[in-house]
C-alpha cells in the first residue's frame, strides 16, 4: 500500500481508535499514557511522556516486526504530538527482532517524502547490531528521498536518550 495524502485523515480516525483518545490528547488516554505502564500498540507498546499535558515522547518499544498497521498508528500519533506541541521526540527500544515489513517500509518512506520536518528528533536506544545496521540502511534510503538526513540517532540506553532530550529542550527553548 502507497501512502496517499488521505491517508492522514483515516489513520488519525485509526490512531484515535487504538490509541484511545489521542487526536483531542485527554482524558484516560493521557492519564494512562502519562504512567509508568505501557499500553499496547499492535505487538509493541507505547508511553507518552515529557512536557505539560500527555506530552511531547512518544515512547515506543518494538517486540518483534512492525507491520503496515502498527507504522500508520504510530505515524498518526507522531502527527497529532507536533500538531499539539510543534515538535516530537521518539524514543524507540527495540526489545525484539525488530525491523519493517516491506509495506511498511515502502508506507514510511511515502510518509517521510510528504511530512518532511526539522522539530522530529528520533532515538533508538539499545538496539542489537543486526538492528543498528538495518536502522542505518533505512537511514541513507530516507536521506535520499528527502534530500537530507533525518535527525536519528542510535543511543546506548534510555537515559543517554532523555539526557539528550533534555539538551535539546534547552537549547532549542522547548
Do not use: K, M
Given at each position: 500500500m502507497q501512502y496517499e495524502?488521505?491517508?492522514d485523515a483515516r489513520n488519525n480516525a485509526i490512531a484515535a481508535t487504538s490509541l484511545g483518545s489521542a487526536s483531542r490528547f485527554s482524558g484516560d488516554f493521557a492519564d494512562q499514557a502519562r504512567q509508568?505502564?505501557?499500553l499496547p500498540l499492535g505487538s509493541h507498546e507505547y508511553r507518552l511522556e515529557g512536557a505539560e499535558g500527555p506530552g511531547d515522547v512518544f515512547h515506543w518499544r518494538?517486540?518483534?516486526p512492525v507491520d503496515l498497521a502498527d507504522i500508520k498508528q504510530v505515524l498518526a500519533a507522531?502527527?497529532?504530538i507536533d500538531?499539539?506541541?510543534g515538535h516530537v521526540f521518539m524514543l524507540?527500544?527495540?526489545?525484539?527482532?525488530?525491523?519493517?515489513?516491506?509495506?511498511a517500509r515502502r508506507y514510511y518512506f511515502e510518509?517521510?517524502?510528504h511530512h518532511a520536518s526539522d522539530n522530529r528528533w528520533v532515538y533508538v536506544a539499545g538496539a542489537a547490531s543486526v538492528s543498528r545496521a538495518l536502522i542505518t540502511l533505512v537511514l541513507r534510503?530516507?536521506?535520499l528521498l528527502i534530500g537530507r538526513q533525518p535527525s536519528l540517532q542510535l543511543v546506548r540506553d534510555e537515559d543517554e536518550a532523555r539526557r539528550l532530550i533534555a539538551e535539546l529542550r534547552v537549547r532549542h527553548g522547548l
Open positions: 495524502a488521505s491517508d509508568e505502564l505501557f518494538i517486540h518483534g507522531v502527527q497529532q500538531a499539539r506541541y524507540i527500544r527495540i526489545v525484539g527482532p525488530g525491523g519493517f515489513d516491506p509495506a510518509w517521510r517524502r534510503g530516507t536521506a
